[in-house]
């Protein structure tokens, strides 16, 4: 039997506000065990919280970013369960009504888009942390977390594949970034995925029993839990068994999912709305207000290159997949307007796979985009070749010569040699050298050109203008 596989993600994006959502209390990441909550986060006797409307802003900037309708009035309501570090024994929420509803988030999977549609992205509070490694036969709880803003955005269940999956979670915390309600470190946990996996034969309709695998935080381990979970639920069926519905854990080290129990349906939350909270009513005003100071987003701008600087959709996918990229990109074709496709190449192909091979981020990078619209422009003149270009490149990198282009070019001697007669010297010596090869190029053998190319090239120790010497020697070739 074939089967299909159906994904569906919730993310919890952790809002860039500096207070909590329902108190005053400080949100910074690394902070001593219990020094970063209130009475309020604790849930002492008779306090009340406070809504931040900072984290209401935030909500409707991504709202408004992913198309989605923005909800007036919405309802908080209590999700409750009881974890040792859930103070209150519930957890703020909104259930029925969430702040927003609906929306899509569009992503590539190699030269064709997708959409993925929102159900919804609604406010809530954070619980802390139970802290296990430390200590012997007991657990830990840390409630700095406790009350932390977060948005968990809801995906329908459209995702097909752990690359579609990945790409999706990607395009969502590259557009958080980009509208500056987030900062995506994963490491800290500021974005967190849960994926929601479930098979089914193909040509059917009916959801089979999805399984969800909760707090993933690398797109790495994402893709590595959806495929070891799909062949394991794949293996249940054919088996003969069947799929019980339940919260699974991802081990990284065994690369595999386990129980962590079994999974609960809204009933048995007992959701009712929180009676310490007012319905939350958003004015007309604000929205607009919020719509006027977002950005040019990754779509319009995607579309943008397409038409400004005819890069392919490829191309304008890869530099509109974070705002940091998109912004060192349009640095450099400010400098460099009438070559986007080289300016493109270039940041695709050694910056970002440099980058890539180092494990670092755009934004750390040492080699600033004024510096590579230099080294560009060094190509375009004739300075050096493109070949050489590399070489300064990778020197650039290690920090030499302050990454002076021009310094860097000097001490290495890699000025290209563009003047004619020097060219035609150094052609006239291979041609007289290598006779035979003249001669099988009359006779047909295109190789046999090639072949002098290289011969000229080394003579010239990789100085010469590749296509000064290509257009030369075709001329005396002619003769």
């Known amino acids: 039997m074939q089967w299909e596989t159906v994904i569906g993600l919730e993310v919890h994006a952790q809002l860039s506000t500096k207070a909590k959502i329902f108190s005053g209390a400080p949100t910074l990441y690394g902070a001593e065990p219990n020094t970063q909550a209130c009475g309020i986060d604790i849930a002492l006797p008779g306090v009340l919280p406070v809504l931040n409307i900072g984290a209401v802003e935030r909500a409707i900037k991504f709202g408004l970013a992913v198309g989605a309708a923005i909800n007036?009035?919405?309802?908080?309501?209590?999700?409750?369960?009881?974890?040792?570090?859930?103070?209150?024994?519930?957890?703020?929420?909104?259930?029925e009504i969430p702040i927003v509803q609906g929306g899509s988030v569009t992503i590539q999977i190699g030269d064709k888009a997708k959409i993925v549609r929102l159900t919804r992205a609604h406010l809530?509070?954070?619980?802390?942390?139970?802290?296990?490694?430390?200590?012997?036969?007991?657990?830990?709880?840390?409630?700095?977390?406790?009350?932390?803003?977060?948005?968990?955005?809801?995906?329908?269940?459209?995702?097909?594949s752990s690359a579609e999956a990945v790409a999706y979670a990607k395009s969502l915390h590259a557009l958080v970034q980009w509208v500056e309600i987030c900062d995506g470190n994963m490491q800290e946990g500021s974005f967190r995925c849960d994926a929601n996996v479930s098979v089914r034969p193909y040509g059917t309709d009916k959801l089979g029993t999805r399984c969800e695998i909760k707090n993933l935080n690398s797109f790495r381990f994402l893709e590595k839990a959806i495929e070891y979970e799909v062949k394991r639920q794949i293996e249940i069926l054919e088996?003969?068994?069947?799929?019980?519905?339940?919260?699974?854990?991802?081990?990284?080290?065994?690369?595999?999912?386990?129980?962590?129990?079994?999974?609960?349906?809204?009933?048995?939350?007992?959701?009712?709305?929180?009676?310490?909270?007012?319905?939350?009513?958003?004015?007309?005003?604000?929205?607009?207000?919020?719509?006027?100071?977002?950005?040019?987003?990754?779509?319009?701008?995607?579309?943008?290159?397409?038409?400004?600087?005819?890069?392919?959709?490829y191309d304008a996918a890869v530099l509109t997949t974070s705002k940091a990229v998109s912004d060192y990109f349009e640095v450099m074709v400010q400098?460099?307007?009438?070559?986007?496709k080289l300016c493109a190449n270039w940041i695709m192909g050694e910056l970002i796979g440099k980058l890539n091979k180092e494990n670092s981020e755009i934004l750390n990078?040492?080699?600033?985009?004024?510096?590579?619209?230099?080294?560009?422009?060094?190509?375009?003149?004739?300075?050096?070749?493109?070949k050489a270009a590399k070489i300064v490149f990778e020197s650039m990198w290690q920090?030499?010569?302050?990454?002076?282009?021009?310094?860097?070019?000097?001490?290495?001697?890699?000025?290209?040699?563009?003047?004619?007669?020097?060219?035609?010297?150094?052609?006239?010596?291979?041609?007289?050298?290598n006779l035979q090869q003249v001669n099988d190029y009359k006779n047909g053998k295109e190789k046999a050109f090639n072949s002098l190319v290289g011969q000229v090239m080394k003579a010239s120790k990789g100085k010469a203008n590749p296509m000064q010497v290509n257009t030369i020697l075709r001329e005396k070739l002619k003769g």
């Open 335 to 340: 400098s460099l307007p009438d070559q986007p």
């Open 399 to 433: 920090g030499e010569h302050a990454g002076d282009v021009d310094r860097i070019i000097a001490a290495k001697g890699l000025i290209q040699v563009s003047n004619q007669g020097e060219i035609e010297k150094l052609i006239d010596a291979v041609l007289e050298a």
């Open 239 to 313: 088996d003969g068994g069947r799929i019980i519905q339940e919260t699974r854990l991802y081990d990284a080290n065994e690369d595999e999912t386990r129980t962590m129990r079994s999974k609960e349906d809204a009933h048995d939350y007992r959701y009712f709305p929180d009676p310490d909270l007012l319905p939350l009513v958003i004015s007309p005003e604000l929205i607009e207000q919020i719509k006027q100071q977002l950005p040019e987003l990754p779509e319009a701008k995607r579309i943008r290159y397409q038409g400004d600087y005819a890069l392919s959709d």
């Open 72 to 95: 007036s009035p919405s309802i908080f309501a209590r999700k409750n369960y009881f974890y040792p570090d859930l103070p209150k024994g519930y957890q703020i929420s909104q259930y």
């Open 124 to 160: 809530e509070e954070d619980a802390g942390k139970s802290l296990h490694e430390d200590f012997h036969g007991m657990s830990g709880i840390d409630l700095n977390r406790a009350g932390t803003p977060l948005l968990e955005i809801v995906s329908e269940p459209d995702m097909r």
């Open 365 to 386: 990078c040492s080699i600033k985009p004024e510096q590579l619209s230099r080294l560009l422009q060094r190509i375009i003149d004739g300075t050096i070749s493109g």
